[in-house]
Structures are given as structure tokens and as C-alpha cells.
T-cell receptor, first 115, second 111 residues
Framework: EADIYQTPRYLVIGTGKKITLECSQT?????MYWYQQDPGMELHLIHY???????EKGDLSSESTVSRIRTEHFPLTLESARPSHTSQYLC??????????????FGPGTRLTVL | GEDVEQSLFLSVREGDSSVINCTYT??????LYWYKQEPGAGLQLLTY?????DMKQDQRLTVLLNKKDKHLSLRIADTQTGDSAIYFC???????????FGKGTRLSVIA
């Protein structure tokens, strides 16, 4: 079944640790996105990719980095986690050849808590 | 730049209609979307409308678009407790730029 997966679903970690949030999709989508979601609901685009070896920063300045070495995989890395990184992180993908421009498919999210 | 505005909260009684409103600034938007986020989950596309349409109906959902006022609304008829969620309005004006989301409207349905 085609889907988009995120692991871990929940992560509690201490300040200063390096972490990688995983995102994979089995739909063959060329575009992938990372969003940070406030407790107050607002979504902030932090990174996106329009294909392999292509990554762009989003609207919200982020200390995280991403890579896109394979079409299906778009991991997000925090080199040194801080309490201000505590948030929900949502990964999404879309297909640029789809007739419905802009339809995005979302993963279930990773809830990160940095102590 | 582009901006999408929504009211943050809406509370309705079960069985009533809900209307969630959204305004956007980019008149060149080609597609406008409504996404639904249930607790502990990612967003799911609920419905969408092309910019050359005024209205779209899909079962209990009615989307109205007023291009002159750049106003989009989502009406949910016979609202049920399962409709309790956060609803995001989003616009796409180019295939090469990401969606622009509103801040989301939290709909609470009271039994």
C-alpha cells in the first residue's frame, strides 16, 4: 500500500543531542516537505525538495538540515537539539505530474520533546 | 507575499451546520484547498476548488469561492462529533512553489 511514514512517532531527548527524524514515502512522489507545527496549530514550512539532490529552505528559519539522496527518503537532522526545538514535525510529499496541483500527502508526524 | 487568514476557533452543536472562513491575498491562486487534521495525525486533503469555480459540493461539504473578495468558505452540513478537528485552508498559485497554509481553525462539535 502506497503511504508516507515517519519514525519515530515520539521522541524525548536531552539538550545537545544529535537527532535524525526519518520520513519515507512509497508513492514515487518527486516533491517532499518538512513542516514544524506549533502547539497553537500553525504550520511552518522548514525545508522542501523537488527531487533527488535538490533541497531548499522554507519560510521558517531552522537549525535543522535535510538530505535527498533517494526519491523515497527525506530525513531531517538536528545537530544539537535545544528545548526551543520541541514541536511536532510533519513530513509530506506530492507528485508534480498529478493533475491536482499542490495536493500533499502527510505522514502522521513526530512529536519531539527536548529537555 | 502570500498570506492566508482564518479564524482560530469555531464551536457548533451536533447536527448544526459549520461554516469555516478563509481569506487569501494572492489573486493568481489557481487551486484552493481544505485540509483536515485529526488529533495526533497528519493533514488529509478534504476537498479543493479550482479558481474558475464559484462553488463545489461533495456530500456534506460545500465550498464557496468569492474571487472578487478573495474569500473561501467550507460549510459542513449536519456536523457530527467526528468532524471535530483542525481545518486548514491552503492556496497554490504555481506548480513550482509550495502550498501556503492558513493558521488553521479548530472546530469543536458539542453533542
Amino acid at each position: 500500500e502506497a503511504d508516507i511514514y515517519q519514525t519515530p512517532r515520539y521522541l524525548v531527548i536531552g539538550t545537545g543531542k544529535k537527532i535524525t527524524l526519518e520520513c519515507s514515502q512509497t508513492m514515487g512522489h518527486d516533491k517532499m516537505y518538512w513542516y514544524q507545527q506549533d502547539p497553537g496549530m500553525e504550520l511552518h514550512l522548514i525545508h522542501y525538495s523537488y527531487g533527488v539532490n535538490s533541497t531548499e529552505k522554507g519560510d521558517l528559519s531552522s537549525e535543522s538540515t535535510v538530505s535527498r539522496i533517494r526519491t523515497e527518503h527525506f530525513p531531517l537532522t538536528l545537530e544539537s537539539a535545544r528545548p526551543s526545538h520541541t514541536s511536532q514535525y510533519l513530513c509530506a510529499s506530492s507528485d508534480s505530474s498529478s493533475g491536482l496541483q499542490g495536493e500533499q500527502f502527510f505522514g502522521p508526524g513526530t512529536r519531539l520533546t527536548v529537555l | 507575499g502570500e498570506d492566508v487568514e482564518q479564524s482560530l476557533f469555531l464551536s457548533v452543536r451536533e447536527g448544526d451546520s459549520s461554516v469555516i472562513n478563509c481569506t487569501y491575498t494572492d489573486s493568481s491562486s489557481t487551486y484552493l484547498y481544505w485540509y483536515k487534521q485529526e488529533p495526533g495525525a497528519g493533514l488529509q486533503l478534504l476537498t479543493y476548488i479550482f479558481s474558475n469555480m464559484d462553488m463545489k459540493q461533495d456530500q456534506r461539504l460545500t465550498v464557496l469561492l468569492n474571487k472578487k473578495d478573495k474569500h473561501l468558505s467550507l460549510r459542513i452540513a449536519d456536523t457530527q462529533t467526528g468532524d471535530s478537528a483542525i481545518y486548514f485552508c491552503a492556496e497554490a498559485y504555481s506548480g513550482n512553489t509550495p502550498l501556503v497554509f492558513g493558521k488553521g481553525t479548530r472546530l469543536s462539535v458539542i453533542a
